[in-house]
């Protein structure tokens, strides 16, 4: 089955290839608890290093450097952990810091033009979080192969639309479908493509789930469970973006 999220793609070849050329015996697979564990320390970590960003670097100083930096690092380190398929946690703690970074600053501007407006979007989140994973164990929502290419397809066409909208506002046209100023005008467009992205981001933790639980099944050593545990932080992130992005929509 394809995956939506493109951190979990490969963890069925992954199981099949330490199956058939290196074995796992039952002391070394990974199991639910272990990606749970690793999940939690991560979310922990970039918690910590958001509220340290938050509150030390200076908004108008470093607001500029810090997200342009801190968010090209943490696309290529994430790409870097995704292609290889990385389980070393100091490389994924890594990408836990910068995203800590980034999430620190940028949501204090947003908290600053709308109080309380991050509290709103972390509980959002996460109430997104374990309702579809209520909904994945309740089996209400399965992790099918239609679903696979339905949320894959939105993510790509997501992406696709708001590359576009970007480089059209960088050369003086207009913010259609994202709107990047934090006070800026915002017309139904927006509206629409925030609640896709939000839809599409909860759907894709039905497939991560089932990604995580395949492994434990098919015998994923315990190592790659620094693995899934970057995807669903990746996928959480994501959601607390879209969110917080979609209530800054509905303040204005």
Same mark, same amino acid.
């Given at each position: 089955?394809?995956?939506?999220?493109?951190?979990?793609?490969?963890?069925?070849?992954?199981?099949?290839?330490?199956?058939?050329?290196?074995?796992?015996?039952?002391?070394?697979?990974?199991?639910?608890?272990?990606? $749970?564990?690793?999940?939690?320390?991560?979310? @922990?970590?970039?918690?910590?290093?958001?509220?340290?960003?938050?509150?030390?670097?200076?908004?108008?100083?470093?607001?500029?450097?810090? =997200?342009?930096?801190?968010?090209?690092?943490?696309?290529?380190?994430? =790409?870097?952990?995704?292609?290889?398929?990385?389980?070393?946690?100091? $490389?994924?703690?890594?990408?836990?810091?910068?995203?800590?970074?980034?999430?620190?600053?940028?949501?204090?501007?947003?908290?600053? $033009?709308?109080?309380?407006?991050?509290?709103?979007?972390?509980?959002?989140?996460?109430? $997104?979080?374990?309702?579809?994973?209520?909904?994945?164990?309740?089996?209400?929502?399965?992790?099918?192969?239609?679903?696979?290419?339905?949320?894959?397809?939105?993510?790509?066409?997501?992406? &696709?639309?708001?590359?576009?909208?970007?480089?059209?506002?960088?050369?003086?046209?207009?913010?259609?479908?994202?709107?990047?100023?934090?006070?800026?005008?915002?017309?139904?467009?927006?509206?629409?493509?925030?609640? &896709?992205?939000?839809?599409?981001?909860? @759907?894709?933790?039905?497939?991560?789930?089932?990604?995580?639980?395949?492994? &434990?099944?098919?015998?994923?050593?315990?190592?790659?469970?620094?693995?899934?545990?970057?995807?669903?932080?990746?996928?959480?992130?994501?959601?607390?973006?879209?969110?917080?992005?979609?209530?800054?929509? =509905?303040?204005?």
């Amino acid at each position: 089955m394809a995956q939506a999220n493109p951190v979990l793609t490969r963890l069925d070849d992954t199981a099949r290839v330490q199956r058939q050329v290196l074995g796992t015996g039952p002391a070394e697979a990974m199991t639910v608890d272990d990606v $749970v564990l690793r999940t939690v320390l991560l979310l @922990l970590l970039t918690g910590v290093v958001g509220a340290f960003s938050w509150l030390f670097v200076p908004q108008q100083a470093w607001i500029g450097g810090s =997200l342009f930096g801190a968010g090209l690092a943490a696309v290529l380190l994430a =790409l870097l952990i995704s292609i290889r398929g990385a389980t070393n946690p100091v $490389v994924i703690a890594v990408y836990a810091v910068l995203q800590g970074v980034l999430l620190g600053v940028t949501s204090r501007a947003f908290e600053l $033009v709308y109080p309380g407006i991050v509290i709103q979007a972390v509980t959002g989140t996460f109430a $997104v979080f374990f309702g579809m994973a209520v909904l994945y164990r309740a089996r209400v929502i399965r992790a099918t192969p239609r679903l696979a290419r339905f949320v894959a397809g939105t993510l790509i066409g997501l992406l &696709v639309l708001g590359a576009a909208n970007l480089l059209a506002h960088l050369f003086g046209g207009p913010q259609l479908l994202e709107v990047y100023s934090l006070t800026g005008r915002v017309g139904w467009l927006p509206y629409v493509f925030s609640g &896709v992205a939000v839809m599409a981001g909860a @759907l894709t933790f039905i497939l991560d789930f089932d990604a995580v639980e395949r492994g &434990v099944a098919e015998g994923l050593p315990r190592r790659y469970a620094w693995y899934c545990a970057f995807g669903i932080l990746v996928g959480l992130i994501y959601l607390y973006w879209q969110i917080l992005r979609l209530l800054s929509y =509905l303040r204005r």
